[in-house]
């Protein structure tokens, strides 16, 4: 399997590299959402969502860009009003991701900021 999908002649990433990608970033999170360590329904996130115009591109689907959620935490993070819900999560998830990544950066994105505390 290609590790980078720059090498693919659209630069996407096929069904089974995003299957491999989110197998990866499970075994990473040990199946936990990395909010509230909850086991249960468990799923791979885009933290900068596809919605964001680059659907399957490098940017986009890779580990860096992706983390466990639980559905509860899921459902809370899309959830309209979410901003304070959000920003508590990527405290949490920034610290997570630099366990992994040290240089990891929170997204330059609306809505993405870090909250207090």
């Given at each position: 399997m290609r590790r980078f999908a720059k090498h693919r002649p659209n630069g996407r990433l096929s069904p089974e590299e995003i299957r491999e990608l989110q197998?990866?970033?499970?075994?990473?999170?040990q199946e936990k959402c990395v909010v509230c360590l909850n086991r249960r329904g468990v799923a791979v996130h885009e933290i900068v969502?596809?919605?964001s115009g680059q659907t399957r591109s490098p940017e986009i689907?890779?580990?860096h860009n992706m983390v466990c959620l639980c559905?509860?935490?899921h459902d809370r993070w899309h959830f309209k009003n979410a901003s304070g819900f959000r920003a508590l999560?990527?405290?949490h998830?920034?610290?997570h991701m630099r366990q992994f990544y040290p240089d990891w950066q929170v997204p330059d994105r609306p809505g993405l900021e870090v909250g207090e505390g």
């Amino acid at each position: 399997m290609r590790r980078f999908a720059k090498h693919r002649p659209n630069g996407r990433l096929s069904p089974e590299e995003i299957r491999e990608l989110q197998r990866k970033v499970r075994r990473r999170d040990q199946e936990k959402c990395v909010v509230c360590l909850n086991r249960r329904g468990v799923a791979v996130h885009e933290i900068v969502p596809r919605s964001s115009g680059q659907t399957r591109s490098p940017e986009i689907f890779n580990e860096h860009n992706m983390v466990c959620l639980c559905r509860e935490c899921h459902d809370r993070w899309h959830f309209k009003n979410a901003s304070g819900f959000r920003a508590l999560a990527m405290r949490h998830i920034a610290r997570h991701m630099r366990q992994f990544y040290p240089d990891w950066q929170v997204p330059d994105r609306p809505g993405l900021e870090v909250g207090e505390g």
